[in-house]
């Protein structure tokens, strides 16, 4: 999802059970939708390059993950 000019993530991304990768680096997110915290296996998220004033507080719901902002 990398580079395609988002403005947002659909809400039904946290219905993606088996997503361990997700990469939405070089967009135009604002925020990361409040979803993230139900993808339970996701094991690497990559978000930077985007418009995010704060680091989004659901990246703390993602225990023992890798994320890079």
């Not at 990398?2 to 997503?19: A, H, K, R, Y």
Request: charged share 20%.
């Amino acid at each position: 999802m990398s580079s395609n000019q988002l403005t947002s993530l659909p809400d039904d991304v946290g219905e993606l059970e088996e997503l361990v990768w997700l990469n939405v680096s070089n967009n135009e997110l604002t925020v990361l939708s409040l979803h993230i915290k139900h993808l339970n296996k996701l094991r690497v998220l990559l978000w930077g390059d985007n418009q995010l004033t704060t680091s989004p507080d659901e990246i703390g719901e993602l225990n023992g993950r890798s994320w890079c902002g």
